[in-house]
């Protein structure tokens, strides 16, 4: 089983919100406040329920995420 964690470079994020509108399971949303370039970043709620699919990075037009997949050992 492989954990998911996705990185955004909030200071680096323009609030295009294209990766909002490609993420299947519709986890990411614009955060509240406002990063130091003034535009509202990219946040993902309930980070666990993340498939890994990348989609949002591979959308990305400024390079701000990053999805990074940690293999579990069972047993």
Request: proline share 4%; glycine share 6%.
């Amino acid at each position: 089983m492989a954990q998911v964690q996705i990185t955004f470079r909030e200071d680096r994020c323009k609030g295009c919100q294209l990766c909002a509108a490609v993420c299947p399971k519709k986890l990411i949303k614009m955060a509240d406040h406002i990063n130091v370039m003034g535009f509202h970043p990219a946040t993902v709620e309930e980070q666990e329920k993340c498939t890994g699919c990348a989609l949002c990075a591979r959308m990305c037009p400024d390079l701000v995420i990053e999805v990074a997949k940690e293999e579990r050992k069972v047993g």
